[in-house]
């Protein structure tokens, strides 16, 4: 028997689905933009694996021209790639990216979902990923994004027909949601989740072909495409003033972490998608051809439908207020209507269009960055009608807050700001601000995420949210508002960030990964900072049973919110090879406190606050080492300098501005960050600089640059050519090709050992043909792949030696693995 949805689970899907709004301002031209949205009952859904994956042009366009209610379903939240603009890797990169879509969607007018998958590094085919991604479990994640945002339309940026043709997790996001298209409208399939959502059966299923797949557009273009549907999605909009391409390309452009800032287009832009399931009938004619999009598509919607499109027709973009009692006329009657899904949305975005045809400023903030369970709060009320329209401020009434209700009814003259402040005292017992799906612990492939609700969502709801209860021309009305932080910075001006609870403490260890050469004790430092005032607790730290560590326990006392205190404690490794996990605790009024707060503060996207556990890994290496100086020149961001300092070496890490002959002979080696050739403009003009400090001596390592953007072809004395060559799997048998090389030898005995327990990947971009002068270190190759041998190549250029490795020593070394070190310092030695 079909379940239906309870009323109270209604408000909750819809509150996430939609989630209280920060405050914004809209123009007349976006009002109306708003209302045409308004008029447009059809959904589409864009699937694929990674963020960046997404078709901004084709996003924009259906969400923009047509006006559809689009949304962009990622699997995952790609934590397993890299980072060009900070170091932060693994969760903090997923978070980034995360807010990353975020911003890119609040251009384009998309949605943006997720599943539990987790980015672990590239497949070559969907097997590999499906040996990380529970299938089953992802797939009931896609088909429930479908029965909550019930697509008419799924667009599949990859072809799942053409397994092995790219990334596998590319594959595998098209082989999901082709399942997940025919298990959705099936009441057998996840009965589990009837109990939130029913059945739905999408219309129609495309798959969006490419140039990338051509590998270029010309190509692409004179490809056979008969039976598809053509978009142009190259329009100009002059509603907002720009043409589709250039709105797609400033939301791609916020893909920064990945250096996909681009230049706007304008012109024609074709793009061609197959229909591959469903409804085929002149689906290559429109993409909503055959589907009812009017309010005509659902039982009561006739009446609301010529209220609307009269709004519409009528509307007055000098006077956007005059809409306002149609508008209302329509709340009323879209309140009533029987289909749950539509009177829901469309009763959220028509609330906010009065809201901005009114001019209404409505907002609750503190000064306060965030505040602990139990804290008293101080925030600011703020209501303004900026209209003619008559509005009462009845109540304003805050979730998950104690004595949040404000009882005003007073009239809301036009222009007369209405601001009050008031206190409210968070419980004891609220939950802390943090990524939903970062709160259990989890695996290399899934997070793990208990509340059903929370699922796909993007991100946590707001903590404290604000309800304005309004009456506007005599009906009432509530708007929705999260709490935000307002301050002031003689720089910026007014900055609005979110408002986060967090814990009373925060601890965390200054080094993330200790490597002990020998068994000499070293102290480290546990960094403790208090959100309240009064902290007093005993920290204290854990380790394996062959590390010692005093003193055992320290009293912590800290007096102010904000303060930083560190503590010192002695480590002592086994005399033998061995590794650990040292976590810090600080027990504080019976509760124990093992999470470090890391701030994630980026122009381009809000700041987050992500708690994780507080824990370094410390391992105890049978390592030598030989040189001690070592340069190294900035690439795209990574921590290897800070795991060569842990080893003893000393490291200076260089811009590759003015980089001299003089000044590189001081330095036993010189290293270029991972993507430096991508990304170092300076580093490209030093090239001649770079092989001369080798011609008389020194030892040059270039880590690896992708071929896309590589700012020269030059980045070695003697030709070789890189490739997309990679090794995927980082169990991958491990072939010693010159095993008396010195790079094997010396100053540490390199043995098949020294390749366990590496993580995510052996290596990427490996070269695939080189000179005679390079000699080949190690061959590995990928489960049923042939060989390859460019993973870690050495050639004698003058007095020197020129080294190129595509190993991933920038996962090997902040993850502590012993044999990259050992590795990676031998190749130093040379």
């Known amino acids: 028997m079909t379940k239906y949805f309870p009323v109270f689970l209604l408000f909750l899907i819809f509150a996430n689905l939609t989630s209280a709004q920060m405050q914004s301002e809209n123009s007349s031209s976006e009002i109306y933009k708003k209302i045409e949205k308004l008029n447009f009952l059809g959904n589409v859904l864009y ?26 379903l990622s699997l995952n939240r790609g934590d397993g790639g890299q980072n060009l603009i900070g170091t932060e890797i693994n969760e903090l990169l997923g978070v980034i990216r995360t807010e990353e879509l975020l911003s890119a969607r609040k251009i384009d007018g998309g949605k943006q979902f997720f599943t539990r998958a987790i980015d672990f590094g590239y497949s070559k085919n969907p097997k590999e990923t499906f040996k990380f991604w529970d299938k089953e479990t992802v797939l009931g994640d896609v088909v429930w994004i479908f029965r909550k945002f019930r697509p008419d339309v799924v667009i599949n940026r990859f072809n799942h027909r053409t397994e092995g043709d790219t990334h596998g997790h590319h594959t595998a996001s098209a082989i999901l949601s082709v399942e997940a298209y025919d298990l959705a409208g099936d009441k057998n399939a996840f009965p589990e989740q009837l109990d939130y959502y029913q059945p739905w059966q999408p219309d129609r299923m495309y798959f969006n072909d490419s140039w990338f797949f051509y ?3 010309e190509k692409y273009l004179e490809a ?24 797609a390309a400033l939301s791609r452009s916020e893909h920064k972490s990945q250096g996909f800032g681009m230049a706007t287009k304008r012109g024609e832009d074709l793009h061609f998608i197959e229909p591959i399931k469903g409804s085929l009938t002149d689906a290559e004619k429109e993409i909503f051809k055959g589907i009812d999009t009017s309010w005509n598509r659902i039982e009561g919607g006739k009446a609301v439908g010529e209220i609307l499109y009269k709004v519409q027709e009528d509307f007055d973009f000098t006077q956007p207020e005059k809409s306002i009692p149609q508008l209302l006329k329509a709340y009323n009657l879209i309140r009533n209507l029987q289909d749950p ?29 965030y505040a602990t369970p139990g804290q008293e709060l101080k925030v600011e009320i703020e209501a303004v009608n900026r209209s003619n329209i008559e509005v009462d401020l009845k109540d304003v009434k805050f979730s998950s807050a104690e004595g949040g209700d404000y009882q005003y009814n007073i009239a809301l003259k036009k222009d007369q700001n209405f601001i009050e402040q008031s206190k409210l005292r968070i419980p004891t017992n609220a939950e802390y601000s943090n990524p939903y799906w970062l709160n259990q612990p989890h695996g290399l492939g899934m997070y793990t995420v208990e509340d059903q609700e929370l699922l796909g969502l993007p991100n946590t709801p707001a903590p404290i949210v604000a309800k304005f209860q309004l009456n506007i021309n005599g009906i009432d009305l509530d708007v929705d508002r999260a709490l935000i932080h307002k301050s002031g910075d003689q720089i910026k001006g007014e900055i609005k960030e979110p408002f986060a609870i967090v814990p009373a403490v925060s601890v965390k260890m200054n080094d993330k990964n200790l490597v002990f050469a020998d068994d000499a004790s070293r102290e480290i430092k546990v960094e403790v900072k208090a959100f309240k005032d009064d902290v ?32 010192t404690f002695k480590i002592t490794p086994p005399k033998f090879q061995d590794e650990t996990i040292i976590t810090p605790q600080l027990l504080m009024d019976g509760k124990k406190y093992a999470k470090e707060l890391y701030t994630i503060d980026y122009n381009h996207i ?18 030598q080492i030989a040189g001690k100086n070592i340069a190294y020149i900035k690439g795209s961001g990574d921590k290897i300098p800070t795991g060569l300092r842990e080893i003893n070496y000393h490291v200076d890490e260089l811009s ?53 953007g590589m700012k020269t072809e030059k980045i070695s004395p003697y030709p070789m050519t890189l490739s997309r060559q990679r090794v995927t799997d980082e169990n991958s048998p491990v072939t010693f090709l010159a095993p008396k090389h010195p790079v094997l030898n010396h100053p540490n005995k ?27 270190i190690l061959g590995m190759n990928d489960p049923g792949e042939e060989e390859l041998k460019g993973s870690l190549l050495v050639a004698k250029y003058g007095k020197g030696h020129y080294i190129y490795t595509g190993l991933s020593f920038f996962r090997e070394l902040p993850a502590g693995v012993p044999g990259a070190y050992r590795l990676f310092a031998n190749i130093l030695a040379l």
């Open 47 to 72: 699937v694929a694996a990674h963020p960046d994956d997404e078709n901004t042009d084709l996003i924009s366009y259906l969400s923009n021209k047509n006006n559809a209610n689009v949304a962009y």
């Open 215 to 217: 590998g270029s557009k």
């Open 224 to 247: 056979d495409h008969e039976g598809f549907l053509e978009i142009n999605a190259g329009r100009f909009l002059p509603i907002l003033g720009k043409s589709n391409t250039e709105i």
């Open 341 to 369: 899904y539509w009177k829901e949305l469309k009763t959220q975005e028509v609330k906010e269009i009065i809201a901005a045809a009114a001019g209404l400023y409505l907002e609750v903030s503190t000064k306060n960055e």
């Open 536 to 567: 007093k607790g005993i920290l204290s730290l854990n380790s394996g049973e062959n590390w010692q560590i005093s003193p055992k326990e320290v009293a912590v006392e800290i007096g102010k919110q904000g303060q930083i205190k560190n503590y």
């Open 606 to 623: 809000p700041l987050k606050n992500v708690l994780l556990p507080a824990q370094t890994k410390a391992n105890r290496v049978s390592i």
């Open 656 to 708: 590759g501005r003015n980089l001299t002959l003089k000044k590189l002979q001081k330095y036993d080696a010189v290293i270029t960050g991972i993507r430096a050739y991508n990304t170092n403009d300076n580093l490209i003009l030093h090239q001649d600089v770079l092989f001369e400090y080798v011609k008389q001596g020194g030892t040059l390592v270039t880590q690896y640059s992708q071929l896309w």
């Open 750 to 776: 390199i043995t098949q050992m020294d390749f366990e327990d590496w993580v995510q990947e052996r290596g990427l971009y490996f070269p695939s043909d080189w000179s005679e002068e390079f000699t080949p």
